[in-house]
């Protein structure tokens, strides 16, 4: 099995509880709110089947749960399958840890990656992420996510295109 090592981790604290953090990474009811509409299918379980869908029932995201310990570590494999340039891809691994800090919940987003990822390809996440968290995090706290439009970078797009393997 190939060695994943971390290539964004992305740290935020929320006015919440872990249970509460946890039901909104986990639930579609709150994933449709702040992910930009995708709703999470998810098998609550080590090696349970895993999935982000766009609002047409299209897969966007497919994996495996590969960490499974409530509310403090949730880990999925990743590979996107939509758009389909996207799909050639090697999988990632995903993992959100949350931990009590004082009155808040620190949440830490780590994705992994098996092969040396080009910069151009990691901005994509770099600048999704940070969006997706924030926007969860402004849903816990004030009952609403922002709308936050984005685009994945341009070089980004053009790096996946150009990609050989």
Do not use: Q
Not at 36 to 52: H, N, Q, T
Not at 62 to 78: E, L
């Amino acid at each position: 099995m190939p060695e994943f090592k971390p290539k964004t981790v992305y740290v935020t604290y929320i006015a919440s509880t872990p249970e509460k953090v946890w039901d909104a990474l986990t639930s579609s009811e709150f994933t449709r709110k702040y992910f930009w509409d995708r709703s999470i299918e998810l098998e609550r379980k080590l090696g349970g089947d895993f999935a982000l869908l766009l609002p047409d029932g299209t897969a966007n995201v497919r994996g495996k749960v590969i960490a499974w310990d409530p509310p403090h570590k949730f880990a999925v494999t990743w590979h996107v399958e939509w758009p389909a340039e996207f799909s050639k891809l090697p999988e990632c691994h995903v993992t959100y840890e949350l931990a009590r800090a004082g009155e808040a919940v620190r949440l830490t987003l780590t994705e992994s990656h098996s092969w040396d990822v080009p910069d151009a390809i990691l901005s994509g996440g770099r600048s999704g992420w940070p969006a997706i968290l924030s926007a969860l995090k402004s849903l816990l706290e004030t009952g609403k996510a922002p709308a936050i439009k984005m685009e994945p970078p341009v070089a980004m797009i053009e790096a996946i295109r150009n990609l050989k393997f």
